[in-house]
């Protein structure tokens, strides 16, 4: 049996689908590359301030918004 590892930020993921968003896109806009979008989506890595308020002003949403339960 494969175990599914669980999407630590859902929320973030799923504003990410609403806007046809992929991990390029947010590469792109973090100025950073696609397989550090996915450490840190997978929450290998966290998230640092600057690409937390990045994301927030780029989706116009608040930090729980995205990054809640």
Known sequence: MIEQKAIR??????EMARRG??????AELLDTSISAV???INGTV????SEIDILCDHYGKTYDDLFGK
């Open 9 to 14: 930020y859902s929320n973030l993921v799923a």
């Open 38 to 40: 996915g450490r840190r």
């Open 21 to 26: 968003d992929t991990y390029g896109t947010l």
């Open 46 to 49: 966290e998230w640092t301030k």
